[in-house]
C-alpha cells in the first residue's frame, strides 16, 4: 500500500483541493467534508485495485466533475447561496470586471434621470408645495419605470414580457390620474399608499426575470425587498447627516439653504436613492446579508419581550384597546415587522441546524404578536358599526385580515418545520404564494375605493 | 450505450429514493449501487449526486446525519423518510406509465425485428 511519502502528498493534494473547493460560494464547508469524504473513499477503493495515489486522486478529482459545473448544481439547489455567487464570482476576469463598471455607469446614470424626471413637472408649473397630491399619487412613476428598465436590462427580459409591464405602468397611471380627487382626501392618500405596492411587484416580476415563476425567484425578491429597505434607511440616515452639516456650515456664512433642501435636495435624493439601493444590494449583497441575522437576533427577543408586557399588562388591567383614530395602519405596521423578523431569521437559520432558544423565542413573538393583533381587531370589529366604514378603516382593516391570515398559518408551517413535521421550504412557498393576495388587495384599493367611497 | 443526459437527471430522484429505501446509505455508496444495478451502464458524475440529495432533503424526503464511520472520518448518512416513500411511490407509478407506453409502440413499431435491423444495416456496411 502507499508509502509514508505518498500518503503525506496525498494529503497535500487534497489540502489543496479543499482550500480550492472553499473558494467556491455555492460550496459550503459541510458540503466540502462531504464531498472530501467522497473523495477519500474513491482514492482508496482504486489504490485498492492496484494504482499509485497520485494517480487514483486525479481519477477520484475527474470522475467527482467539473468544478464549473460541480458548483453551479450546488448553487441552483441552494439558491441562497447563489444569491451570492451572482455577485462574487464574476470579479474574476476582465470581462467581468468591464461588466461591474459598466452596471455601476448604468445604475448612477438612472439614478440622475429619475431626480431630473421628478423636477420636469416644475417646469410645467406644477410645485410641489402647491400640488403635493400629484407628486404623492405620481412619485412611484419617476423612479419604479426606470428600476424596471434597470433590472430588464440587466437580466435580458423578453420583449413581450417587458410590454406588459410597460402596459401596467400605463394603466396605473391612467387609474392614478383620472378621479376626480377630494384634495387632500382620505381615498387620493390611499392610492399614492397602495399604488407603489402594485407597481414594486412589477419591479419584481422584472427583478426576478425569468425565475419569476418559481419560488426560488420570488423569495429573491423579498430578499431583495427587505435588503432594499435596509440600504434605503441607511443611505436616508446619511443623507440626514449630510443636510444637517451643509445647514451648519452655510447658517456660519449667513445662507439659509432651507429652500434649496426642499426643492432640489430632497426630491431628487429620495427618488435617486431608490435606484442606487437597488444597485448597492445587486453590487453588495453579503454586507447586508450579514446585517439583517444580527438584527434580527437582536430585535426578535425585544419585539417579544414588548408584546408580551403589552400583553400582560391588558389582561391584568383590564384596559381594552382604544381604537378611535386610524390606530389600525399602526397595528398592520407591527405585523409587517414581525414578519420581516420571521422571514429573515428563517432565511437566515441553517435548516440543519436543531431547534434552539432562539426558535423558541421567535415562536413567542408571532404567537404574542398575533394575540396582540387579535385584540385589536376584536376592538374595532365590536365598534366598526359605531365608527362607520371610512376608507382608511376599511383599508387598513383589509390589510389586517390578510396579514394576520399570512402570520398564522406561517407561524403553524415555522413550528411544524422546528417539529421536524415540516420543511422549510414549506415556509417559503406559502411567502412567495402570498404575494399576489397584498398586490389585488392593493389594487383594489386603487382601482374601487375612490368609486366606493366617492373620492372623499 | 451511454444514457443520456436528461434521463440521468430524470431518473435520479425514483433511483436515489429507491435505493435510500432499502436501507440508509451515504452518497459513496449509492454511487456504487448505482453502478452495481445498471451494470455501469449509468454513468454519474459523481459530484452531481450531492446537490440531488440536498434538494431532496430540502424537500423533506429524506433526512440527513452526520456520523463517524468505521474510517474515522465524519459522513453524512441519508435516510428516506414518510413523504419520501410517498413520492417515491409516485415516481413508480409515472415511471410505469411511461414505460408501458414506450413498450406498447415499441412493440408495434419492431414486432418485425430482423428485417428491420437487416435492411438499414447493410448498405452502411457496404460504404465503411
Not at chain 1, 381587531?377 to 358599526?385: C, G, S
Not at chain 1, 375605493?449 to 373620492?455: L, N, S, T, V, Y
Request: glycine content about 8%; hydrophobic content about 50%; overall charge neutral.
Amino acid at each position: 500500500m502507499a508509502t509514508p511519502e505518498y500518503a503525506a502528498s496525498l494529503d497535500e493534494q487534497i489540502d489543496r483541493w479543499r482550500s480550492y473547493l472553499r473558494r467556491r460560494q455555492a460550496i459550503h464547508s459541510v458540503d466540502v467534508a462531504e464531498l472530501e469524504d467522497h473523495l477519500r473513499e474513491q482514492i482508496a477503493g482504486l489504490t485498492a485495485s492496484g494504482l499509485a495515489s497520485d494517480e487514483a486522486f486525479l481519477i477520484a478529482v475527474k470522475r467527482l466533475g467539473d468544478l464549473d459545473s460541480l458548483s453551479r448544481e450546488f448553487a441552483r439547489e441552494h439558491s441562497e447561496r447563489l444569491w451570492k455567487q451572482l455577485v462574487v464570482s464574476p470579479v474574476e476576469s476582465d470581462e467581468a470586471k468591464a461588466w461591474v463598471r459598466k452596471e455601476a455607469v448604468v445604475a448612477f446614470a438612472l439614478a440622475v434621470a429619475a431626480a431630473m424626471l421628478i423636477k420636469l413637472p416644475a417646469l410645467f408649473g406644477l410645485d410641489l408645495d402647491e400640488n403635493a397630491g400629484f407628486y404623492a399619487r405620481n412619485v412611484t412613476f419617476f423612479v419604479l419605470p426606470l428600476l424596471t428598465g434597470y433590472f430588464a436590462w440587466k437580466r435580458g427580459l423578453r420583449q413581450s414580457r417587458l410590454g406588459g409591464l410597460a402596459a401596467v405602468f400605463v394603466v396605473a397611471a391612467i387609474f392614478a390620474n383620472i378621479y376626480p380627487f377630494t384634495p387632500g382626501g382620505s381615498t387620493e392618500a390611499l392610492t399614492a399608499l397602495h399604488l407603489p405596492i402594485v407597481l414594486w411587484l412589477v419591479t419584481g416580476v422584472a427583478y426576478a426575470g425569468s425565475r419569476w415563476k418559481e419560488v426560488s425567484g420570488r423569495m429573491d425578491f423579498i430578499r431583495f425587498t427587505g435588503e432594499f429597505f435596509i440600504y434605503y434607511v441607511l443611505i436616508a440616515l446619511g443623507g440626514g447627516v449630510l443636510t444637517a452639516f451643509m445647514a451648519m456650515i452655510f447658517q456660519s456664512i449667513g445662507m439659509d439653504i432651507e429652500p434649496f433642501f426642499e426643492s432640489w435636495l430632497l426630491p431628487c435624493g429620495a427618488i435617486g436613492g431608490v435606484i442606487i439601493a437597488s444597485w448597492l444590494v445587486e453590487a453588495k449583497q453579503s454586507v447586508v446579508e450579514n446585517m439583517a441575522p444580527v438584527l434580527t437576533r437582536l430585535f426578535t427577543p425585544l419585539f417579544a419581550a414588548v408584546l408580551i408586557t403589552f400583553l400582560g399588562t391588558i389582561v391584568l388591567t383590564g384596559r381594552g384597546i382604544n381604537i378611535e383614530r386610524d390606530l389600525l395602519i399602526g397595528f398592520d405596521l407591527l405585523m409587517v415587522v414581525v414578519l420581516a423578523l420571521l422571514l429573515y431569521s428563517v432565511s437566515a437559520r441553517d435548516p440543519q441546524a436543531p431547534p434552539g432558544a432562539f426558535d423558541v423565542v421567535q415562536v413567542v413573538l408571532v404567537v404574542s404578536a398575533l394575540l396582540v393583533d387579535a385584540v385589536a381587531l376584536a376592538a374595532i370589529a365590536a365598534r366598526i358599526t359605531e365608527f362607520g366604514f371610512t376608507p382608511n378603516r376599511v383599508a387598513a382593516l383589509g390589510e389586517n385580515v390578510i396579514l394576520l391570515i399570512n402570520l398564522a398559518w406561517s407561524a403553524v408551517l415555522y413550528i411544524r418545520f422546528l417539529r421536524r413535521r415540516g420543511t422549510f421550504s414549506a415556509v417559503e412557498k406559502w411567502q412567495t404564494d402570498y404575494i399576489p393576495v397584498y398586490v389585488t388587495w392593493a389594487a383594489i384599493v386603487v382601482i374601487a375605493f375612490p368609486i366606493i367611497f366617492r373620492f372623499t | 450505450m451511454e444514457i443520456n443526459k436528461d434521463l440521468i437527471a430524470a431518473s435520479s430522484t425514483p433511483i436515489v429514493l429507491a435505493i435510500l429505501a432499502e436501507a440508509d446509505s451515504y452518497g459513496y455508496a449509492i454511487l456504487q449501487r448505482v453502478r452495481e444495478l445498471s451494470g455501469g451502464r449509468m454513468e454519474w458524475t459523481d459530484g452531481m449526486l450531492y446537490p440531488v440529495l440536498h434538494r431532496l432533503e430540502r424537500l423533506g424526503y429524506v433526512e440527513a446525519r452526520w456520523e463517524v464511520a468505521e474510517s474515522g472520518r465524519k459522513r453524512k448518512y441519508y435516510g428516506i423518510t414518510g413523504p419520501g416513500r410517498a413520492q417515491l411511490a409516485e415516481e413508480r407509478r409515472q415511471w410505469e406509465a411511461v414505460d408501458a407506453t414506450l413498450k406498447g409502440i415499441f412493440q408495434a413499431l419492431f414486432s418485425p425485428l430482423p428485417s428491420f435491423h437487416a435492411a438499414p444495416a447493410a448498405p452502411l456496411l457496404q460504404g465503411a
